[in-house]
T-cell receptor
Framework: DAKTTQPTSMDCAEGRAANLPCNHS???????VYWYRQIHSQGPQYIIH???NNETNEMASLIITEDRKSSTLILPHATLRDTAVYYC????????????????FGQGTILTVHP | EPEVTQTPSHQVTQMGQEVILRCVPI?????FYWYRQILGQKVEFLVS????????KSEIFDDQFSVERPDGSNFTLKIRSTKLEDSAMYFC????????????FGQGTRLTVV
């Protein structure tokens, strides 16, 4: 699976949009971009994923550049409860072969939302 | 909303003792995983399980570790002879199908080896 690079930490004011960048310059054509977050020591929580089109769900939006070498997770109106470590992970789309869907976590971005 | 359930939430055990961590994955899921997170470190993959057998495991998952799906609902991780360095949060996860579907994680079991 391709490696990702994220900033170590970011701050955001409550109510503002949080834009979390991720670089994945070695991503392959069959790899998706996944975002998970971990609040304190809880289990990682799925946020969103995409292949090449921008995606939106009730939690966030995912913007993937045309060359797919980077992406941005957008939390449109951050709240204090969004304070967490955010992980950007790239993973092959199809389980099997050498990867049965395992997720390889990096250090992630510590997002702190302040009042 | 369906969720992955792990028990116990916290387990304290003496070094050298066997411990079994239990997980109930989401009912229609087919892929099961164990991850661990040592305090202050990254979440690390341990093992994936599909069709009643291990499909992939990491270097961490040595002979001291085993997994089992003893019935249609539970998925267990056994550590035969615990070491101090096994102290960590252990997360179970499950996933529905092949493809790009997401994995759902449990809230974890905090294992403390003393």
């Amino acid at each position: 699976d391709a490696k990702t690079t994220q900033p170590t930490s970011m701050d955001c004011a409550e109510g503002r949009a949080a834009n979390l960048p991720c670089n994945h310059s070695t991503i392959s054509g069959n790899e998706y971009v996944y975002w998970y977050r971990q609040i304190h020591s809880q289990g990682p929580q799925y946020i969103i994923h995409g292949l090449k089109n921008n995606e939106t769900n009730e939690m966030a939006s995912l913007i993937i550049t045309e060359d797919r070498k980077s992406s941005t997770l957008i939390l449109p109106h951050a709240t204090l409860r969004d304070t967490a470590v955010y992980y950007c992970i790239v993973r092959v789309a199809i389980a099997g072969g050498t990867s049965y869907g395992k997720l390889t976590f990096g250090q992630g971005t510590i997002l702190t939302v302040h009042p | 909303e369906p969720e992955v359930t792990q028990t116990p939430s916290h387990q304290v055990t003496q070094m050298g003792q066997e411990v079994i961590l239990r997980c109930v994955p989401i009912s229609n899921h087919l892929y099961f995983y164990w991850y661990r997170q040592i305090l202050g470190q990254k979440v690390e993959f341990l093992v994936s399980f599909y069709n009643n057998e291990i499909s992939e495991k990491s270097e961490i998952f040595d002979d001291q570790f085993s997994v089992e799906r003893p019935d249609g609902s539970n998925f267990t991780l056994k550590i035969r002879s615990t070491k101090l360095e096994d102290s960590a949060m252990y997360f179970c996860a499950s996933r529905a199908l092949q493809g790009s579907t997401e994995a759902f994680f449990g809230q974890g079991t905090r294992l403390t080896v003393v």
